[in-house]
């Protein structure tokens, strides 16, 4: 009985050692496996940017500094590089004297406070909502009207930091600035326009603004373009502001030319006001006694050219001095209106001429009576041979045409008498004397002097401006 009490003791601690050599060999295996997988993972995910840390132990330490100062506090000024990419051009307006214009702006710095270790990653990319943690240059657009960041579908703002602690800052912006135009030479003009750009607070002791790769700093979408414009050239420049109360601050200055486009002037203003110029020459071949049509040809002119001066006008700002296209448009309008006064003067000439005749009518009521066959006209070319031979006609009955044709012919005879008495006064009176003899010598003059003069104009003014 011992015996056999022996031999089960002695088998059960031979089960017991053999149950536990084989759970220590599963621990140990599993030891193993955990090890592997670790030492996979580790050599996997080596770089300690791409491990998940706590909340209190962030990869960029952003709570363990004091961001409201600049890098280098107490230092030299922190240089800070700028480059811009305009996008678009969108808008350029004479009545306002502005420009909207939409660009990438970026920001390149040093701030050592958000240097990370890495071997791997060569930056960190976030968006706006580390922009209010850390510092950033507050640069502003001088002489802007009005300016906002993009924000849908959220605001386009890109912060890209490096492990050395490089750090670039890019927005999308829209900003309308001011624009000082010179119209003198409007529609013909060339306009330069330029966008400012200034750090608020720090003066050049404190930030250092610069462009960063010089002119090569601004690039250009090539598609941008304007319907009144054609875009010359864009161009960078750099100098020191001074502000007598705050100090010197570095600006930056984005210039860009501008060139109008004179077509749509050419179709909307200069071709109606050169045929409004034309159309008013049509009165001088109206005959003078068409008081209604060559009346109403004038003022219709007159108005329509006044409804050109006041469109153009309406769409530029009131400036104090003259523009180019003034210049055209009241040379025209001058041109209408004398086309007006010149049949004043015929009018008022042949009323002159017909109130003589009435009193030379009155004064020789009877005259010597002439055959159909001789009677002559009055129509200012006949010489005083001509009229004296007149005396040998005998008397025939009168009828009322040889009324009319005396009467014409007494007043014909007076005249020249008259005429050859102001002979001795001199060419000037001969001259006078021949236009109130015949007042359509004045519409024959004009239909030369006018044209001959606004092409002359023409001339002058496409030379000057053009």
Request: charged residues 20%; hydrophobic residues 40%; aromatic residues 12%.
């Amino acid at each position: 009985m011992p015996h056999s009490f022996k031999f089960l003791l002695l088998i059960f601690c031979l089960i017991l050692l053999t149950e536990s050599k084989k759970h220590r060999r599963r621990r140990w295996t599993n030891q193993m496996e955990i090890q592997k997988q670790a030492s996979h993972v580790y050599k996997k995910n080596h770089d300690i940017t791409k491990l998940r840390r706590n909340k209190n132990d962030q990869l960029l330490r952003v709570n363990e500094h004091d961001f409201s100062m600049r890098p280098a506090f107490g230092g030299p000024a922190i240089p800070v590089g700028v480059d811009v990419q305009v996008e678009s051009l969108d808008s350029i307006s004479e009545v306002d004297m502005d420009f909207t214009m939409t660009l990438y702006l970026r920001h390149y710095w040093k701030d050592e406070r958000l240097s990370f270790p890495s071997s791997t990653n060569k930056s960190m990319t976030f968006d706006s909502r580390l922009v209010k943690k850390i510092w950033v240059p507050d640069v502003f657009f001088v002489h802007s009207k009005r300016s906002f960041i993009h924000d849908t579908t959220t605001d386009n703002i890109m912060l890209r930091v490096y492990p050395d602690g490089q750090v670039l800052y890019s927005m999308r912006i829209t900003v309308t600035a001011m624009c000082n135009m010179d119209f003198s030479r409007f529609p013909l003009d060339t306009q330069t326009c330029t966008l400012e750009l200034e750090s608020y607070a720090y003066t050049d002791e404190d930030l250092m603004l610069y462009w960063k790769n010089g002119n090569e700093s601004l690039k250009t979408d090539e598609k941008i373009s304007l319907s009144q414009f054609l875009i010359q050239k864009f161009h960078t420049t750099s100098r020191l502001a001074f502000y007598s109360s705050t100090g010197w601050y570095n600006r930056l200055y984005i210039n860009f030319t501008l060139r109008r486009h004179i077509f749509f002037f050419l179709l909307q203003t200069y071709f109606p006001a050169t045929l409004m110029v034309m159309l008013s020459w049509v009165s001088f071949w109206i005959d003078r006694r068409a008081v209604p049509a060559r009346v109403s040809l004038g003022i219709t002119t007159v108005l329509t050219m006044s409804t050109i001066i006041t469109g153009v006008n309406a769409s530029m700002p009131r400036v104090s001095y003259i523009k180019a296209v003034d210049i055209y448009l009241w040379v025209s309008f001058v041109f209408v209106f004398l086309s007006v006064l010149e049949y004043a003067a015929v009018n008022y000439l042949t009323t002159v001429q017909e109130r003589k005749e009435r009193k030379m009518r009155e004064k020789f009521p009877c005259t010597c009576g002439m055959s159909h066959t001789k009677t002559m006209m009055l129509d200012g070319m006949y010489g005083d041979p001509e009229t004296n031979s007149l005396a040998g006609y005998t008397k025939t009955p009168i009828t009322t045409e040889d009324v009319e044709k005396q009467d014409k012919m007494v007043v014909h005879m007076t005249l020249n008498s008259n005429s050859s008495t102001s002979r001795k006064k001199g060419l000037k009176g001969h001259v006078g004397l021949r236009l109130m003899q015949n007042t359509h010598t004045i519409d024959t003059y004009s239909r030369l002097i006018f044209p001959a003069s606004f092409i002359f104009f023409n001339l002058i003014y496409w030379s000057v401006f053009c």
